[in-house]
């Protein structure tokens, strides 16, 4: 038996660990660890509930926008406050827009070089302009001793893509995806003023008021993203996923105990209910749900046939056992987030991460865009798996792009309203409430990794306590007080790892979740704003 470790996982940030044992060439076990501390509950405590949207939306720089709404929807959950159907369209067309540039962006930047033999290109024999241009540009980096960013790599294996043109074409739309990013970021911040870290989303609703020309213009940028998902993404997608790395979907590469969660998001009706006011209105786009296979991994067969039930925010739990965390008079039972707590032990015997364990009815929950696929039985991915594809790494790529092209088709409709509104007279966003002397409420967004929840309790009209349950920390959290393992641990047990020094495949498999762990890490001393660094021995 040997142990590998790998920190860091991801590539836009170094907050998570990855150790596993390996026998005979396959992962007996594995430990997730997030190795730094998120001090954001901490640091709301006493503060102006208003302030809650802007300080969340601080929380990571990558899906930054989807805390402010979460965060907002628990304190209009709190007040009482219904939004506008302007605000509603605002922060939907927020939302959507965001998550296709933030697949797109996983996919080609963040995932498919673990799949790309990367020197492939230097054999391109092809006539195609723009392919020779890159094949130019990567052989020129590669002579001049500058690879970066496409290297340091992992050594290609049988899994590894090396057609000379395959390789060439989507390293151009590599290039391209940047150009696309670039140009998003532009467009939403017609809407929220400023990209990343949106300041126009708030309590009550979204402050944007775009003029109608911003919102034409918006208009066209939302065209040419829709072309570019459409036309190069999602074929790029179902081309790789369903030929040469189609054997791993087969297997079940990645997949984890068979457990899925799923919020709901994208509200395109008023709330029906005062409990809707949680989910920013009624009638979403994607709905919630619970799938418990409970252990039966990689096993989902016939998605139309497998059972869903309602989620019942009252069955979530945390637990800090194995976190450097402590629970009041060192209980060990896990709490509910309304009851959370956030109290720091960093010399903890056998805690080996800063993230909680969350838990549904007890049992680790996958999140994120697989089980969102699978909650709302998407046509493509039924196919998929009709086909003989299964649960695990390349099903939630595809379910990813099946989202981008869901939210893009059906965001025309919501921008054309607007356009609407705002032909009539100057956009009314928001609704407006005093901050009342106690309150508590939830908000949840199905954020692009997952299941995203904020509780607040407001006492003498400010922050009593403030609890975020985020979608990498229920993919990535440590084993709970059961020493059940998280979803990340249970993903990796099985995988081959034939040389122990070239652990792709475990890469290939985190990755594959798109782990954003900046959403549960950071520890800002709140008088100093000093950041500060625990190097775990």
């Not at 708030?202 to 020309?213: A, D, I, K, N, Y």
């Not at 459409?230 to 068979?258: K, Q």
């Not at 056992?321 to 009851?339: E, K, L």
């Not at 020493?483 to 047990?493: D, F, N, T």
Request: proline share 7%; hydrophobic share 40%.
């Amino acid at each position: 038996m040997v142990r590998v470790i790998v920190d860091p996982v991801t590539r836009i940030e170094g907050h998570l660990k990855i150790e596993v044992e390996v026998e005979n060439g396959v992962v007996t076990d594995a430990w997730s660890s997030g190795t730094m501390a998120r001090g954001f509950e901490v640091l709301l405590q006493g503060r102006d509930p208003w302030d809650a949207p802007y300080v969340t939306s601080r929380v990571c720089g990558v899906c930054e926008g989807v805390h402010a709404i979460a965060s907002a929807q628990a304190m209009e959950h709190a007040f009482g406050i219904e939004m506008t159907e302007a605000g509603r369209l605002m922060r939907n067309l927020f939302c959507a827009g965001y998550y296709s540039h933030d697949h797109y962006v996983h996919f080609y930047i963040l995932s498919a070089l673990d799949y790309l033999d990367i020197m492939a290109i230097a054999r391109y024999n092809g006539s195609d302009p723009g392919l020779l241009a890159v094949k130019s540009k990567i052989v020129g980096l590669v002579n001049a001793g500058d690879t970066s960013p496409f290297t340091p790599r992992y050594t290609p294996d049988a899994f590894s893509v090396s057609d000379p043109t395959t390789v060439t074409t989507l390293v151009s739309h590599y290039i391209k995806a940047i150009e696309m990013k670039a140009k998003s970021q532009k467009m939403l911040a017609y809407i929220t003023g400023i990209q990343p870290h949106p300041n126009t989303v708030t309590v009550g609703g979204c402050l944007g008021t775009p003029s109608r020309e911003q919102l034409l213009d918006f208009r066209d940028l939302w065209v040419e993203q829709m072309d570019f998902i459409n036309n190069v993404y999602v074929p790029d997608v179902i081309a790789v996923g369903t030929g040469p790395l189609f054997p791993l979907a087969r297997s079940a590469f990645g997949a984890t105990a068979g457990n899925y969660l799923a919020y709901p998001m994208l509200p395109q009706n008023p709330s029906a209910t005062p409990a809707d006011i949680s989910f920013g209105g009624s009638n979403p786009l994607f709905r919630s749900g619970v799938i418990m296979a409970q252990g039966a991994r990689g096993s989902l067969t016939n998605i139309n046939n497998t059972t869903i039930t309602p989620v019942d925010f009252g069955e979530i739990t945390e637990s800090v056992t194995n976190s450097w965390y402590d629970y009041p008079a060192g209980s060990a039972a896990a709490r509910h987030p309304s009851q959370g707590v956030t109290q720091f032990n960093v010399n903890k015997p056998n805690a080996y991460s800063f993230l909680k364990s969350p838990r549904y009815s007890s049992e680790p929950m996958e999140v994120g865009p697989l089980a969102r696929g699978l909650v709302n039985r998407f046509p493509q991915l039924v196919d998929f798996f009709n086909a003989g594809g299964r649960e695990g790494v390349v099903a939630r790529h595809l379910s990813r792009a099946i989202i981008s092209k869901m939210v893009m088709d059906e965001g025309l409709a919501w921008i054309d309203r607007l356009i609407e509104l705002r032909t009539a007279g100057p956009l009314v966003g928001m609704n407006e409430k005093p901050v009342p002397r106690a309150a508590s409420g939830f908000g949840v967004w199905d954020a692009p990794r997952g299941a995203l929840g904020h509780w607040v309790e407001v006492e003498n009209h400010r922050i009593k306590n403030y609890q975020l349950v985020v979608p990498s920390t229920w993919n990535a959290g440590p084993r709970d007080e059961n020493q059940v393992r998280g979803p990340y641990e249970q993903s990796l047990i099985g995988a081959p790892v034939p040389d122990i020094d070239n652990p792709i495949n475990i890469v290939r498999i985190i990755r594959s979740f798109d782990p954003c762990l900046s959403c549960a890490v950071h520890i800002i001393d709140p008088h100093s704003n000093v950041v500060r660094v625990h190097k775990i021995s």
